[in-house]
């Protein structure tokens, strides 16, 4: 086996792996959405029980800005 046909497995691999996961939380979403849905008047999706996507870290600059804008919106006064 050749370097570059070790490096197509590896990735066929990883894929396949993200495949599985994602249809593992499928089916727990679906199980705890019927469980949620049977003990509660509030109607649940499948997506309610979905992990969220990972996101980057904010920078310390992005965070900043984010924190900036949201006193701004709640009426605030951002000093310096």
Same mark, same amino acid.
């Given at each position: ?15 396949? *792996?993200?495949?599985? $996961? ?6 727990? +979403?679906?199980?705890?959405? !019927? =469980?949620?849905?049977? %003990? ?11 992990? *969220?996507?990972?996101? $980057? ?6 965070? +900043?800005?984010?924190?900036? !804008? =949201?006193?701004?919106? %709640? ?6």
């Amino acid at each position: 086996m050749t370097l570059k046909e070790l490096n197509m497995y590896i990735d066929s691999f990883i894929e396949r *792996r993200k495949d599985d $996961e994602k249809a593992e939380n499928i089916r727990v +979403a679906r199980i705890c959405c !019927v =469980i949620a849905n049977s %003990n509660s008047k509030k109607k649940f999706k499948e997506k309610d029980f979905m992990p *969220r996507e990972k996101r $980057e870290a904010l920078t310390p600059e992005q965070f +900043a800005n984010a924190l900036k !804008v =949201i006193t701004m919106c %709640n009426g605030g006064e951002v000093i310096g």
